[in-house]
């Protein structure tokens, strides 16, 4: 899918709706940008005219000559089957709360199905029932967001510490932190049992972050009661992490920060010169990143968000980084493995909306279907449909 395809977006869609439909759909990895070749079936086609999705009918002779084109050992392009629509979760309040989420904006704009999942059902391990688990703008430390500081009076916030605070109780826990650490946990086996995961802006770091203050008071009296443990820093346990190592806590709880993990508060890159690159993978040998990073661009608008980039010398050695900003040292886009699953973490809030603040409105997707930054998420939800031998077994 390289310029000429009007609608990279719904072209994702179109792949899952023919997988579901169990029509023979393969992903032509770093052909013109990664493109979808799927069995022709007039139902897709007209499905294609309705969303707006360009394509083109190939005679089997053509369709040959790209298939012997991309075999060639010489070029790196593969090609993958796209075997089993993936069973979408996706972690969020049902509250309402004062800011959107990048994957389900994109996700309804392309049409794929996904399910509301939050602390209630993830206790309850409601989570085997899925394959792809995507984490919403979230705080898994269970400081609210660390949003006090700035919002402590308004309704929504409050609203949210009283239904947190009641889903704890209800779950049997005294601190809405215990309760989080306890879904982190849970989320956590779900991966490490063979599912994928992906978590954006401030569900990546905190994610890591709860796992590393197991049995660790890391909140202020305003979040739970009581002071923290002021030996809380030396007592983090690294080893427990999914991606990070030897960060620092931000211990001063009216900062919207939770640590150094994040350099939102410390970089000097201005939004003109704000852009990442995604990495080269060879098709052949990494298949896994380079269905990651299929894109119709390789350089990558910036965009901000409570975690707007990692940084580089607190990721673990091991995790393999699909995207940075190499002149600043910042890590956007990486991807790893935790026992038989996967996770991906992207930082930033909207790819499309450079500083999004509490309040503002949504994206609309019909302004950006050809959006590189919100390819990146589709890669993701597509990337489990392919064929086990290219997956961590």
Same mark, same amino acid.
């Given at each position: 899918?390289? *310029? /000429? @395809?009007?609608?990279?977006?719904?072209?994702?869609?179109?792949?899952?709706? %023919?997988?579901?439909?169990?029509?023979?759909?393969?992903?032509?990895?770093?052909?013109?940008?990664?493109? #979808?070749?799927?069995?022709?079936?007039?139902?897709?086609?007209?499905?294609?005219?309705?969303?707006?999705?360009?394509?083109?009918?190939?005679?089997?002779?053509?369709?040959?000559?790209?298939?012997?084109?991309?075999?060639?050992?010489?070029?790196?392009?593969?090609?993958?089957?796209?075997?089993?629509?993936?069973?979408?979760?996706?972690?969020?309040?049902?509250?309402?709360?004062?800011?959107?989420?990048?994957?389900?904006?994109?996700?309804?704009?392309?049409?794929?199905?996904?399910?509301?999942?939050?602390? /209630? *059902?993830?206790?309850? /391990?409601?989570?085997?029932?899925?394959?792809?688990?995507?984490?919403?703008?979230?705080?898994?430390?269970?400081?609210?967001?660390?949003?006090? !500081?700035?919002?402590?009076?308004?309704?929504?916030?409050?609203?949210?510490?009283?239904? @947190?605070?009641?889903?704890?109780?209800?779950?049997?826990? $005294?601190?809405?932190? @215990?309760?989080?650490?306890?879904?982190? =946990?849970?989320?956590?086996?779900?991966?490490?049992?063979?599912?994928?995961?992906?978590?954006?802006?401030?569900?990546?770091? !905190?994610?890591?972050?709860?796992?590393?203050?197991?049995?660790?008071?890391?909140?202020?009296?305003?979040?739970?009661?009581? %002071?923290?443990?002021?030996?809380?820093?030396?007592?983090?346990?690294?080893?427990?992490? #999914?991606?990070?190592?030897? #960060?620092?806590?931000?211990?001063?709880? $009216?900062?919207?920060? #939770?640590?150094?993990?994040?350099? $939102?508060?410390?970089?000097?890159?201005?939004?003109?010169?704000?852009?990442?690159?995604?990495?080269?993978? !060879?098709?052949?040998?990494?298949?896994?990143?380079?269905?990651?990073?299929?894109?119709?661009? =390789?350089?990558? =608008?910036?965009?901000?968000?409570?975690?707007?980039?990692?940084?580089?010398?607190?990721?673990?050695?091991?995790?393999?980084?699909?995207?940075?900003?190499?002149?600043?040292?910042?890590?956007?886009?990486?991807?790893?493995?935790?026992?038989?699953?996967?996770?991906?973490?992207?930082?930033?809030?909207?790819?499309?909306?450079?500083?999004?603040?509490?309040?503002?409105?949504?994206?609309?997707?019909?302004?950006?279907?050809?959006?590189?930054?919100?390819?990146?998420?589709?890669?993701?939800?597509?990337?489990?449909?392919? =064929?086990?031998?290219?997956?961590?077994?």
């Amino acid at each position: 899918m390289d *310029e /000429d @395809q009007k609608n990279h977006l719904k072209a994702y869609g179109i792949a899952y709706w %023919s997988i579901r439909q169990n029509a023979e759909v393969s992903w032509l990895l770093n052909y013109r940008g990664g493109s #979808f070749l799927i069995q022709y079936n007039k139902a897709i086609e007209n499905e294609c005219n309705t969303r707006g999705v360009s394509y083109q009918v190939l005679a089997d002779a053509k369709v040959s000559g790209i298939l012997n084109e991309i075999s060639d050992p010489e070029v790196n392009m593969e090609m993958v089957r796209l075997e089993k629509a993936p069973k979408i979760a996706v972690y969020s309040p049902k509250s309402k709360l004062p800011w959107d989420d990048a994957v389900t904006m994109v996700l309804s704009y392309a049409e794929i199905p996904y399910d509301i999942v939050y602390d /209630d *059902e993830v206790l309850r /391990d409601k989570l085997v029932g899925y394959d792809w688990l995507h984490l919403h703008h979230e705080d898994f430390t269970g400081q609210y967001g660390r949003f006090w !500081s700035s919002f402590r009076d308004a309704s929504w916030y409050r609203e949210d510490v009283r239904n @947190q605070e009641a889903a704890a109780k209800r779950n049997g826990f $005294t601190k809405v932190s @215990q309760m989080k650490l306890a879904v982190t =946990k849970k989320m956590s086996e779900f991966c490490a049992g063979g599912g994928f995961l992906f978590a954006m802006c401030s569900a990546t770091d !905190s994610f890591d972050i709860a796992l590393s203050a197991e049995g660790v008071d890391i909140c202020e009296t305003m979040f739970d009661g009581d %002071s923290s443990d002021p030996q809380a820093q030396a007592k983090l346990n690294f080893n427990r992490t #999914f991606a990070f190592k030897d #960060f620092s806590l931000d211990q001063n709880p $009216t900062n919207y920060e #939770f640590s150094n993990i994040d350099v $939102t508060q410390t970089r000097v890159v201005m939004q003109p010169n704000d852009y990442f690159t995604l990495f080269d993978f !060879s098709a052949k040998w990494d298949i896994v990143p380079t269905m990651l990073t299929q894109n119709h661009e =390789k350089v990558i =608008k910036g965009f901000m968000g409570q975690t707007t980039a990692f940084r580089k010398g607190l990721v673990k050695p091991g995790i393999t980084i699909l995207g940075e900003n190499k002149g600043a040292a910042e890590i956007r886009y990486l991807h790893g493995e935790i026992g038989k699953g996967q996770f991906t973490f992207y930082s930033g809030h909207d790819p499309e909306d450079y500083q999004h603040a509490v309040g503002d409105p949504p994206t609309d997707l019909n302004l950006h279907p050809n959006s590189p930054g919100y390819r990146l998420i589709l890669n993701n939800v597509l990337f489990p449909a392919a =064929k086990k031998k290219h997956q961590k077994t």
